[in-house]
């Protein structure tokens, strides 16, 4: 009996990574915004190499090499590695990740996107340029206190649906705090940097000292559904303005890219908010 149910674990820890779609899951990619974190901001970057600078009130930290290089990027992880670090903010030497990776949000991706995602990063060209050291204050350089941080503001587990939801609704609330991981930017934060939860997104403030707007019903009821849709597409108001850059970037990277029914599903979601008043500037 003890055979069988060593035999019954194995055959349940191999399944549990079946293996992914790597079409999907460069489409996931997408979604999930990946290429602007993990490429650096220069012509001819080759993407997902790493060496995006991300200013933080806390520092700035450089997007690592995601790319299947044996030293430089993430060839030597397995997939078990790959979904630790998504799921639970940990790397494969057991220390934690700095929260700048949005792993509170990355959290809640399926088993089964998480599998696709893999696959498609295997399929990147290998690239031996090293990932970039973090230029912290040496105060926020141990990561022996993330644990605290993590006690206080991550809470680990995946998307679970609303039954009393449509399949449309739970779609946008997946792509919205899930792939999306939209409350990183728009939800404002305390001084230890950590997500006021009562304000989910209702607009935050940017280490460059830009606003990222209310993105509830206060702020989005002056437009239709059609005007939001094409601002996540082209990356253009309606009254003709152009988008601040880093979002700018994010419609070029990401929500341009959504296929028609995934960018309906996250404007509904959206209009389902509770109103919040903007942030005081």
Not at 76 to 94: M, S, Y
Not at 164 to 175: D, H, P, V
């Amino acid at each position: 009996m003890i055979r069988a149910g060593v035999l019954a674990l194995l055959l349940v820890t191999a399944g549990a990574f079946a293996q992914g779609d790597a079409k999907r899951g460069e489409y996931l990619s997408k979604a999930a915004g990946c290429l602007g974190c993990h490429t650096e901001a220069r012509e001819g970057a080759q993407p997902y190499a790493g060496g995006r600078a991300i200013k933080t009130p806390f520092g700035t930290f450089y997007g690592p090499n995601i790319t299947p290089h044996a030293d430089a990027g993430i060839g030597r992880w397995r997939e078990a590695d790959f979904a630790r670090a998504l799921h639970t903010g940990v790397r494969p030497d057991g220390a934690n990740y700095f929260p700048c990776f949005p792993y509170p949000s990355f959290t809640k991706i399926s088993d089964a996107d998480v599998a696709d995602l893999w696959a498609y990063l295997r399929t990147l060209p290998p690239s031996a340029q090293p990932s970039r050291p973090h230029d912290l204050p040496f105060y926020f350089r141990w990561r022996l206190l993330l644990g605290a941080w993590k006690w206080l503001y991550f809470s680990p587990g995946r998307f679970a649906a609303d039954g009393a939801k449509s399949a449309q609704l739970n779609r946008g609330a997946y792509l919205v705090q899930a792939l999306g991981h939209c409350s990183e930017c728009h939800t404002p934060r305390n001084f230890l940097g950590g997500p006021r939860k009562d304000r989910f997104l209702a607009g935050g403030r940017l280490a460059d000292g830009a606003a990222a707007p209310n993105l509830t019903p206060t702020r989005l009821k002056k437009q239709t559904d059609a005007d939001l849709k094409d601002v996540l597409q082209s990356g253009v108001t309606p009254d003709g303005d152009a988008l601040a850059e880093s979002m700018a970037e994010v419609v070029r990277n990401t929500t341009s890219q959504l296929t028609a029914g995934d960018l309906s599903a996250l404007v509904a979601y959206l209009r389902t908010l509770s109103p919040l008043p903007d942030e005081p500037k």
